[in-house]
T-cell receptor, first 113, second 114 residues
């Protein structure tokens, strides 16, 4: 069965420190991988995606993610966290010719001043 | 801000009511989606429309009925709902139904069934 795992319900980071939000996936076929962010009482916002090519992709608000095929991972990273980065982060994967995005359960990121 | 609007933002309805959720996208996209978001659960895809044709129906109960009159508008008609249907309902759109395109979400409708 196809699945996405975000192993941490919550990640706490001090402002200015690097942050990592983890995501692993299990799909048959080549994956298209996405990260979205959700602020309180808002819909989801697209951050970045991996389709093909360079394994390191850069996205909005200084975020980046690295695709690791051997480890089936797509971890979200940022070199220096901001308090305003505090939100709920979702990883999702989709395969070619399939309309359905497979979603992780989300990771709550808390950045403390 | 994302080009996808949803109305109403909040809705409280009894189990015998009939109501509709509306979604409109201003992005020129050809695919639209309804999702259900419940606390501490992954997003659940309910319906997908591509070029106004329903292409995905994820075993959603018949008390939820979608309608896509054109590529810019999507409705979710609700009737005889259950309390467990209380959730945030999100609409999204994408350039087309291809897997490589990201989805743009509206702010959602917070539904409470009493």
């Amino acid at each position: 069965a196809q699945s996405v795992a975000q192993p941490e319900d919550q990640v706490n980071v001090a402002e200015g420190n690097p942050l990592t939000v983890k995501c692993t996936y299990s799909v048959s076929g080549n994956p298209y991988l996405f990260w979205y962010v959700q602020y309180p009482n808002r819909g989801l916002q697209f951050l970045l995606k991996y389709i093909t090519g360079d394994n390191l992709v850069k996205g909005s608000y200084g975020f980046e993610a690295e695709f690791n095929k051997s480890q089936t991972s797509f971890h979200l990273k940022k070199p220096s966290a901001l308090v305003s980065d505090s939100a709920l982060y979702f990883c999702a994967v989709r395969v070619y010719s399939n309309y359905q995005l497979i979603w992780g359960a989300g990771t709550k990121l808390i950045i403390k001043p | 801000e994302t080009g996808v609007t949803q109305t109403p933002r909040h809705l409280v309805m009894g189990m015998t009511n009939k109501k509709s959720l509306k979604c409109e996208q201003h992005l020129g996209h050809n695919a639209m989606y309804w999702y259900k978001q419940s606390a501490k659960k992954p997003l659940e895809l309910m319906f997908v429309y591509s070029l106004e044709e329903r292409v995905e129906n994820n075993s959603v109960p018949s008390r939820f009925s979608p309608e896509c009159p054109n590529s810019s508008h999507l409705f979710l008609h609700l009737h005889t709902l259950q309390p467990e249907d209380s959730a945030l309902y999100l609409c999204a759109s994408s350039q087309d139904g291809l897997a490589r395109h990201e989805q743009y979400f509206g702010p959602g409708t917070r539904l409470t069934v009493t």
